[in-house]
């Protein structure tokens, strides 16, 4: 349940084949069966060129650009009940990218350097709760690493656009540190494809093996993100 790679968009191929060869059928509360496993990813380079997979911007590059505008500064990319800026930039008061940065400052190999998204009297009775759970970080060998905690991560239509929001993230915490960006680490519990997009997982499992997948890799200046 782990793959590797130096770039991100050859990390999450290969996420995508180890779930198309190690998925087991499991319910969804939906209403519909998915393919499902537990996974652990790590992406060495995340700045390594090229990073960006067309596939996997869903909802396009301007989606993922508005995305992950989202994610770091609060601007609205689609109305839900929560923002993954709000529970990490304000979570009951508590910025706690600020906390993350000042605790770093004063002990950068500090275990405690988090931040959490799960509010129990809102998300338990909630239809759609975050699926982020938690993110970690210190300074190792003088950068910035990042493991991210995702309880549930759709692993065709959200989990590029995921990666690259939180490695945003981590870009932002690095530069507010003065410190070069480290590793990606990216955890889900669940892992899946539904059912309705199992035909697009296989097609492009037959992609990726063969290679072809490979011409939808882009630099990153098409986003000017960075």
Known sequence: MYVEADLIPEAWELSL???????????TEYGEMSIDTPIVIKINDPLREPRIH??????????????????LYGREYRV???????????????????????????????????AITWIPEIDTRSSYPPCLQRIWTRIVDGRLIMHVHIRSNDALKAAFMNIMAFISLQCHIASLLGVPVGYYLHVADSYHVYERDL????????????????????????????
């Not at 301007?62 to 995305?67: A, V």
């Open 54 to 71: 067309l596939k996997g911007c869903v909802s396009g590059l301007q989606g993922l650009k508005e995305y992950i505008d989202e994610v």
């Open 17 to 27: 084949l180890y779930l198309f060869e190690n998925g087991i059928e499991i319910k």
């Open 199 to 226: 035909k697009w997982l296989v097609k492009f499992v037959d992609q990726i093996r063969s290679g072809e997948s490979k011409k939808w890799w882009l630099n990153s200046r098409v986003l000017d993100t960075r």
């Open 80 to 114: 839900v009940s929560y923002t993954y800026h709000d529970r990490l930039f304000k979570y009951r008061g508590v910025d706690q990218i600020e906390y993350i940065v000042e605790k770093l400052k004063s002990a950068p190999y500090s275990r405690r350097a988090q």
